[in-house]
């Protein structure tokens, strides 16, 4: 089924409705003058546009139309609440308006982002070892991105032992020197841990054993 055009002939006051052919193509035959013509499509934005027809004048008009956005996209950033720094290889999980399940994890750099949600109401759930989980919920307008980044919370540590170092390498830099890698070993250490350096938490990878 092409397109529909609706042209108003503002001269006469008449309308005239014309539809396209396979290949998008149409003619209208209109009186000298002014007019106004729109053109929907079920699936895509309304075309419009003013103009006027002078005599015998042929005008070759063309227009482009955007399809609807049928879908809408959560996405955002999860960071640690204690330290401000990102949190990667979060599991962030979406159930959209049609009940369908969605996942992915968080980057490097704390970011995510889930596509191909039905707009409506969604539900949303971040979780990650050693952290409490984070929920949310809201509503997706169709071509929209709804933004979620939550700040987990250290899961409770109260039966955690007290960490201890035995080891630095390297044991020394000297100043000036480039970036490097701090490889702190001993025992009692948990993957939520955080290592502060001249007063500021470093980006961690925790290895067990």
């Known amino acids: 089924m092409g397109a529909m055009l609706t042209i108003y002939d503002e001269t006469t006051g008449t309308t005239t409705t014309v539809q396209t052919d396979a290949p998008g193509h149409f003619t209208a035959t209109i009186v000298p003058g002014d007019f106004d013509l729109t053109v929907t499509q079920p699936g895509y934005t309304t075309a419009a546009f003013h103009g006027t027809a002078n005599g015998s004048q042929v005008l070759n008009l063309i227009f482009s139309l955007t399809p609807v956005p049928t879908s809408g996209e959560v996405a955002g950033t999860v960071t640690d609440a204690t330290t401000g720094l990102p949190i ?51 509503s997706l307008p169709a071509g929209g991105v709804a933004i979620f980044s939550p700040a987990l919370k250290p899961a409770s540590t109260q039966n955690n032992p007290v960490p201890q170092a035995t080891a630095l390498s390297p044991s020394y830099i000297l100043a000036g020197s480039g970036d490097f890698v701090l490889t702190v070993s001993g025992s009692n250490f948990v993957n939520t841990a955080v290592i502060h350096f001249n007063n500021q938490a470093l980006v961690t990878n925790f290895v067990s054993g």
């Open 88 to 138: 990667s290889q979060a599991t962030v999980a979406v159930v959209d308006a049609n009940s369908r399940s969605f996942s992915t994890l968080t980057g490097s750099n704390g970011n995510y982002a889930i596509t191909g949600l039905t707009p409506g109401a969604f539900t949303i759930t971040v979780s990650r070892s050693g952290y409490a989980q984070a929920t949310g919920n809201g």
